[in-house]
């Protein structure tokens, strides 16, 4: 087989490819070495802007804020009831006979002495101008004897001193009734020989003390036959109409006297040995939906054998007559009082891997502080310890809301400032004990 050898030209063209070919390849290294570094500096570069951007970018939490306090923490006892009426009566008769008016109505707002209803007066006008009659037949008696006696004032005193010595020594039982009488007895008859009570013995002999007795007697009648309120109050359970006839002690309405009320309530055996009277209390009416503030006035000397409670008595004022005797009513009464007490409120009070923690504003940011805990009420938590992070002192400001999710160091916005208030700042230290 024959081999065709390259000719001279050819050969020059295999030569010079074979000697660039090192070039090129140099080349393309150098160009892939000078490439890497640009790319990582562009890197770093595009890293360091978007930090910045994100800083920029960062959003602000807007949060509701409070303050610290520091001073009494109060626990609460809590107790349900009933308000009632201290002021309360069945209007009743006092003489019988015909009703010949009735002036109210169920409902009506009365005032004290006001007429309710009406007697027939005919009866008892006629029984008193009898009586008066009777009474100047007696003057005339007394005229007529022209009796002339004199008083021995001397006696009279001398009785009634040693009488009120008598009476005082039977109260402070010294002697028996019947050694009091019997010496009563004495000293009355020893008087009347000295002439101490001539004048009642001759008032009496003429008839003239019977008839003024029996005179003042059918005025008080002729008085009762108007019926009157005995307070200012509202008429209820009006039981009569005109033209009926009456007995002697026959009811004729109820007045109830709400412009001052009270609330009872029971207290467990347990609660009342820090208990006193004058205590703050809040009265809660579940069917107004109000709070009053108010103050223990009563606690009574006896226990219930079968509930184990004690019954409290707590007055206030109804001018508006907004609450009515029989309503339910539920009682937070200030128990026990610690004094100098770190408190935040309830509300920011977190608890992350079992422990406790707050977010206190340092500036724009929350800065978290796992804490320790102490007495809490309904509004308030005592801080005992702060742990991790900080401190805590009273005016300082502790998040309240939307910190759930809230991160340590996040950027906050306060969207309103809460003031360190106590709904039991007017209950008095002093009648607390100090723990």
């Known amino acids: 087989m024959t081999t065709s050898r390259p000719t001279p030209s050819a050969r020059l063209g295999m030569f010079r490819s074979r000697s660039l070919f090192p070039f090129c390849l140099l080349a393309l290294l150098a160009v892939g070495c000078q490439g890497d570094g640009s790319g990582e500096a562009d890197s770093a570069a595009a890293d360091s802007t978007e930090s910045a951007n994100l800083k920029k970018?960062?959003?602000a939490i807007k949060v509701d804020v409070a303050e610290v306090r520091q001073g009494e923490l109060v626990m609460p006892i809590h107790a349900d009831g009933a308000i009632r009426t201290p002021r309360s009566v069945e209007v009743r008769t006092k003489l019988s006979g015909e009703l010949t008016d009735v002036l109210v109505r169920d409902g009506d707002r009365v005032r004290?002495?006001?007429?309710?209803?009406?007697?027939?007066?005919?009866?008892?006008?006629?029984?008193?101008?009898?009586?008066?009659?009777?009474?100047?037949?007696?003057?005339?008696?007394v005229a007529a004897e022209d009796d002339q006696f004199t008083v021995n004032h001397d006696a009279l005193d001398e009785y009634t001193?040693?009488?009120d010595e008598l009476a005082a020594q039977y109260r402070r039982e010294e002697m028996g009734r019947e050694q009091f009488q019997a010496l009563l007895l004495e000293l009355e008859l020893s008087a009347l020989e000295k002439g101490a009570f001539r004048q009642q013995v001759f008032e009496?002999?003429?008839?003239?003390?019977?008839?003024?007795?029996?005179?003042?007697?059918?005025?008080?009648?002729?008085?009762n036959t108007e019926i009157r309120a005995p307070f200012s109050g509202i008429v209820q359970g009006l039981t009569v109409v005109p033209g009926e006839i009456i007995s002697v002690n026959a009811p004729i309405c109820s007045i109830f006297d709400n412009c001052r009320l009270e609330a009872v309530v029971n207290v467990l055996e347990a609660d009342l040995g820090n208990l006193e009277t004058g205590r703050t209390a809040l009265l809660s009416i579940p069917a107004t939906g109000d709070t009053l503030r108010a103050a223990v006035d009563v606690i009574s000397p006896h226990l219930e054998t079968d509930s184990r409670t004690c019954e409290i008595i707590i007055r206030f004022d109804n001018p508006e007559g907004r609450y009515r005797p029989g309503m339910f009513v539920q009682a937070e009464i200030a128990g026990w009082i610690y004094q100098d007490r770190l408190q935040v409120p309830k509300a920011a009070v977190l608890t992350r891997d079992n422990r406790p923690l707050v977010f206190k504003v340092m500036e724009d940011r929350a800065q978290w502080l796992y804490v320790d805990t102490g007495l809490q009420n309904n509004d308030w938590v005592e801080i005992l310890a702060v742990h991790s992070g900080g401190s805590l002192a009273s005016g300082e400001r502790v998040v309240v809301s939307d910190h759930l999710t809230l991160a340590?160091?996040?950027?906050?916005?306060?969207?309103?400032?809460?003031?360190?208030?106590?709904?039991?700042?007017?209950?008095?230290?002093?009648?607390?004990?100090?723990?």
Do not use: C, M, N, V
Request: hydrophobic share 35%.
């Open 204 to 223: 009496q002999r003429t008839g003239l003390a019977e008839a003024r007795a029996a005179e003042t007697r059918a005025t008080l009648d002729l008085e």
């Open 57 to 59: 970018k960062e959003k």
């Open 112 to 141: 004290k002495g006001q007429l309710l209803a009406q007697i027939d007066r005919r009866a008892y006008e006629l029984a008193l101008e009898e009586s008066r009659y009777r009474h100047f037949q007696a003057l005339t008696q």
């Open 161 to 163: 001193a040693r009488r």
């Open 408 to 435: 340590h160091e996040a950027k906050i916005s306060i969207r309103r400032t809460q003031k360190p208030e106590s709904r039991w700042d007017l209950a008095s230290a002093e009648a607390g004990r100090s723990e």
